[in-house]
């Protein structure tokens, strides 16, 4: 499915406000609690790179904590983009924003992002499952990042519940734009343990997939990948993982 469809039609705007739906909310929790040990840890000031920003949501907190040379807003859908810099730029206007459209998942395209800032840079992937689903990403932003460079990533690790937040009626509603009628009871849900991943079907077809690791899993792929773990924080709680990672 196109992930541009995911702004389309105003579908996203029904799901974050959809009372089921829980994620979003554990997953900025999560990255609100975390932010302290990231301003404590990264040098100041610093550029922030933000992958698929989407509505930006998160950016107000990530400016409280961080003293922010340039902020680049990245995404995949130019008019979602573009609301998202103009909103921010009213709220923010000491803040020199950026923004440039690219899909992330293509090589070369971060790496490309990240050359346009100078100096120390944050680069943030959080609440987004589904493109780190992609093994890809790992080498596009460990080949983009500079040695001073520092990565912060949030992710939903695996618990009873997690299907929850994907089995509401907006979320089918989206799904359905693959051009197949999703409902309740046709779509499949199911978790490879093995590659950590959260799968949800029709029959034969994948219709969306999201990386939801153990505390373990994560480690030992990013390691694999080439990082280094700098901080690590787990909340049990809200069944979310937020951590700062260096090239070694």
């Not at 000491?94 to 120390?120: A, C, N």
């Not at 924080?233 to 979310?240: F, V």
């Amino acid at each position: 499915m196109n992930t541009k469809q995911f702004y389309f039609d105003g579908i996203w705007k029904k799901i974050e406000s959809h009372p089921k739906y829980n994620l979003g909310k554990r997953e900025l929790n999560a990255l609100i609690r975390f932010l302290p040990t990231v301003r404590r840890t990264i040098p100041q000031p610093v550029n922030i790179l933000h992958l698929g920003v989407a509505t930006g949501r998160e950016v107000p907190y990530l400016i409280r904590y961080c003293i922010v040379k340039n902020y680049l807003l990245n995404d995949i859908c130019k008019p979602v983009l573009q609301k998202t810099f103009s909103s921010l730029q009213s709220l923010f206007p000491s803040i020199q924003f950026q923004r440039k459209m690219g899909d992330v998942e293509v090589v070369g395209i971060i790496r490309t992002l990240r050359r346009s800032l100078y100096g120390p840079t944050l680069i943030v992937l959080v609440a987004n499952g589904v493109i780190f689903s992609k093994k890809v990403i790992d080498k596009n932003i460990h080949t983009a990042m500079d040695n001073e460079d520092y990565f912060l990533l949030t992710l939903e690790t695996p618990h009873a519940g997690m299907y929850n937040s994907y089995l509401i009626p907006p979320v089918l509603q989206l799904l359905s734009k693959s051009r197949m009628n999703i409902t309740q009871g046709n779509v499949q849900c199911n978790y490879d343990k093995e590659n950590a991943l959260m799968n949800m079907k029709r029959n034969e077809t994948t219709l969306l997939t999201s990386y939801k690791p153990t505390v373990k899993q994560l480690r030992a792929r990013m390691a694999l990948s080439g990082f280094h773990e700098i901080a690590l924080a787990r909340y049990s709680s809200l069944h979310i993982t937020a951590s700062l990672w260096k090239k070694k």
